[in-house]
């Protein structure tokens, strides 16, 4: 067989030809002339080496060939067809796994409404959570991880991101903190004191670090935590400083003796994203997903 050499239109002559085992009615249905139909069979004749139909007793038949090919060439068509006219997505019938990678204080504080949400409307769905940190983009481009909420990604043509929000970074500590006592901190009331920071999520330290040292400063980091939780313990029994975001701060100082204080510089604010690779831009079942967390998060 001549692979090269056929193509749908082909197939759906094919298909009609040992269907009606008539070139007039086969181009009929093809609404072609008989003509047309005639070089459409001896095409296909070429292309399989076969008759295909021969005529008996004034009547065309299938050829074994013909009758095996008879078989396999509607679910072929069937195929085809549903691969250019894929169903419209339908949310509640859904089983497809969904990993997001992010920080847990994303995890543990804004994503169970959100995902309660999306439950309500894909109850099939299932979804897997992990840290985002210096090795996500790896697996975003891997395939691994499905969608990140972080910075913006840098330098990158095969991410695409759409803005969650903003944000700005401030101060947290506990609230008998000696820094609280200043009039007016500085920069070096701020790196006098020790540090903590978070290690996973974004990097939001690295330009706050690059800043201090153009300054001529640098900050004393005592204490590193994958998660939040640790971190708010250790500042409630230390003079630890942890720079953060405020909208995440607002809500530690609920479950803690803590206190916000502004930087005692100014840095700019920042953008959160939802992050996701090009080869799912346009996955009906991805494309309905992100589209769920966006409209819910802004």
């Not at 080496?49 to 009547?59: H, N, S, T």
């Not at 947290?172 to 200043?182: E, N």
């Amino acid at each position: 067989m001549q692979l090269g050499k056929i193509n749908l239109n082909l197939l759906s002559a094919l298909y009609y030809l040992l269907q009606e085992q008539s070139v007039t009615r086969a181009a009929e249905k093809m609404h072609l002339s008989q003509s047309a139909m005639s070089k459409h069979l001896a095409k296909l004749r070429e292309v399989f080496g076969d008759p295909l139909l021969v005529r008996v007793q004034g009547q065309l038949q299938a050829t074994p060939k013909g009758l095996a090919l008879k078989a396999q060439v509607a679910p072929l068509l069937d195929s085809v067809e549903n691969l250019l006219h894929q169903q419209v997505f339908e949310p509640s019938l859904c089983q497809r796994t969904f990993t997001i990678a992010t920080s847990d204080y994303v995890s543990e504080h804004l994503l169970p409404k959100v995902l309660g949400l999306i439950y309500e409307q894909a109850p099939q769905l299932n979804i897997e959570l992990c840290n985002w940190d210096h090795t996500t983009n790896r697996l975003l481009h891997s395939g691994e991880v499905d969608l990140g909420m972080t910075l913006p990604p840098k330098d990158s043509t095969e991410l695409h991101a759409t803005t969650l929000g903003t944000d700005r970074l401030v101060c947290l500590m506990h609230q008998q903190h000696p820094y609280l006592a200043l009039n007016t901190p500085s920069v070096a009331d701020y790196c006098r004191y020790p540090h903590a920071i978070i290690t996973t999520g974004a990097d939001k330290n690295s330009h706050i670090d690059r800043y201090l040292q153009q300054q001529g400063f640098q900050r004393q980091i005592q204490f590193r935590a994958s998660s939040y939780p640790a971190t708010v313990q250790i500042l409630s029994e230390t003079r630890f400083i942890l720079t953060l975001p405020a909208k995440i701060a607002q809500q530690l100082v609920k479950q803690r003796p803590l206190a916000i204080v502004d930087l005692p510089f100014t840095v700019e604010n920042f953008e959160y994203s939802l992050i996701w690779h090009h080869r799912n831009h346009h996955d009906p079942a991805h494309s309905w997903f992100r589209q769920q967390i966006h409209q819910a998060m802004t």
